[in-house]
């Protein structure tokens, strides 16, 4: 079984450009989370969406942030106008069920702006 | 709000037992989970509690109080692979993780 998967592993954009990150959860995983990591910090909470619905976004920057996870095909976590401060690494992690399964964590997608 | 408190840095010896403790303040809390995260990498399952008590994994025990808004992770024998970031983070009951901010395991020899 294939685990979640990210890409690309690295991005580099420049200011004012915009950035797609893609996650495809584990098979049979229904329900998808996104989280951002600032060096040497934790993991911040940015938004969890099952099929075709978004179900928690309280960590998510209102302006330039969105993210969707369509009935086909992977989950798209997509900021525009790109800026220096959104350089991080953004992981996705997946869960066969909405409280008590484990979440799976993708090896995550490198942003860097300059 | 949700926030979790666990200490920055600790360091041990190989061979020795280590741990890493978190205090949390939460609402609608479901569980107390915890991963392991080398050099910034996939943050990786190592345990989770959902009842008051001891769970044990092979050297790894994750322990909690629900009373005391407190959880442990207990980890025995320790090796230089073990030398890695631990997080605490609380589930909730609608679904959403709150993450601490971490503890950097540091493993001599």
Redesign the interface.
């Known amino acids: 079984n294939a685990g979640v998967m990210q890409n690309p592993r690295h991005l580099v954009r420049r200011r004012g450009q915009e950035a797609r990150l893609r996650c495809s959860p584990m098979k049979g995983h229904s329900h998808v989370y996104w989280y951002r990591q600032l060096p040497e910090e934790g993991l911040k909470f940015m938004v969890y969406l099952q099929k075709e619905n978004i179900i928690d976004e309280s960590g998510m920057p209102k302006e330039r942030f969105s993210a969707e996870f369509p009935k086909e095909g992977p989950s798209i976590l997509r900021i525009q106008q790109v800026v220096r401060g959104d350089s991080a690494a953004y992981f996705c992690a997946s869960s066969e069920d909405r409280v008590t399964d484990t979440q799976y964590f993708g090896p995550g997608t490198r942003l860097t702006v300059l | 709000g949700q926030s979790l408190e666990q200490p920055s840095e600790v360091t041990a010896v190989e061979g020795a037992i280590v741990q890493i403790n978190c205090t949390y303040q939460t609402s609608g809390f479901?569980?107390l989970?915890w991963?392991q995260q080398h050099d910034?990498?996939?943050?990786?399952?190592l345990s989770?509690n959902?009842l008051d008590g001891l769970e044990e994994t092979g050297r790894f025990s994750s322990f909690l109080s629900r009373s005391d808004s407190y959880g442990y992770l207990l980890l025995q024998e320790l090796q230089m692979k073990d030398s890695a970031s631990y997080?605490c983070?609380v589930?909730s009951?609608?679904?959403?993780?709150?993450?601490?901010?971490?503890t950097t395991l540091t493993v001599k020899p």
């Open positions: 479901y569980g989970s991963y910034g990498g996939a943050p990786t399952f989770y959902a997080f983070a589930r009951n609608a679904g959403k993780s709150t993450f601490g901010d971490g």
